[in-house]
């Protein structure tokens, strides 16, 4: 079955760390980009990062630039998100999403369904 | 950054009566727009890419159309389960989406 299974999501206090994953099955993981996309509940959406397919692009939003890194690995065909120096305002589900190239700059054909990140004392 | 606009952000429709959803973008996107579909809970789902090509095993009841800044998505009749948000997405210039339109049933 073709599907994305995020994971690593939790608590976490304003300034801290924490580490998504995404695991990838069913397709060639390698041939795609991937792209990390937050959503306040409630609220619409909001690209964070994404990545080529062989992993030597990458890309991050403004909003978190500096603070947050995306990198993969194909040999364990997953996508990770390291997030660092996290703010209240990062508040959110965090889904992965696939595009249908391994250049990056196309529509999400694939999503998973989450992983909630809450920043918070 | 390209600011995308979707009007309204609520459509009360009956089921079986059209359903016309807009999408504006403050400069031009080409032909690189994507429309998503996300229910309560769940996570987006693909049903337009490159303005009006559905993807794969989406019903013909969806169109979409546009090119440039200014984008529609039809839904010829609404079946109970297309009720849902829906997003306009770039992808001219990085990734931006709309805040989404509410279809509800009326």
């Known amino acids: 079955e073709v599907q994305l299974v995020e994971s690593g999501g939790g608590l976490v206090q304003p300034g801290g760390s924490l580490r998504l994953s995404c695991a990838a099955s069913?397709?060639?993981?390698?041939?795609?980009?991937m792209s990390w996309v937050r959503q306040v509940p409630g609220k619409g959406l909001e690209w964070v990062s994404a990545?080529?397919?062989?992993?030597?692009?990458?890309y991050h939003a403004d909003s978190v630039q500096g603070r947050f890194a995306i990198s993969r690995d194909n040999s364990k065909n997953t996508l990770h998100l390291q997030m660092n120096s996290l703010r209240a305002e990062d508040t959110a589900m965090y889904y992965c999403?696939?595009?249908?190239?391994?250049?990056?700059?196309?529509?999400?054909?694939?999503w998973g369904r989450g992983t909630m990140v809450i920043v918070s004392s | 950054e390209i600011v995308m606009m979707q009007s309204p952000a609520t459509l009360s429709v009956s089921p079986g009566e059209r359903a016309t959803l807009s999408c504006r973008a403050s400069q031009s996107v080409s032909n690189n727009l994507a429309w998503y579909q996300q229910k309560p809970g769940r996570a987006p789902r693909l049903l337009i890419y490159g303005a009006s090509t559905r993807a794969t095993g989406i019903p013909a009841r969806f169109s979409g159309s546009g090119s440039g800044k200014e984008f529609t998505l039809t839904i010829s009749s609404p079946q109970s389960e297309d009720f849902a948000v829906y997003y306009c997405q770039q992808y001219n210039n990085w990734y931006s989406f709309g805040q989404g339109t509410k279809l509800e049933i009326k």
């Open positions: 990545i080529s397919g062989a992993g030597g692009s990458t």
């Open positions: 999403a696939k595009e249908p190239y391994a250049a990056a700059g196309d529509a999400f054909d694939l």
């Open positions: 069913g397709f060639t993981f390698s041939n795609y980009a």
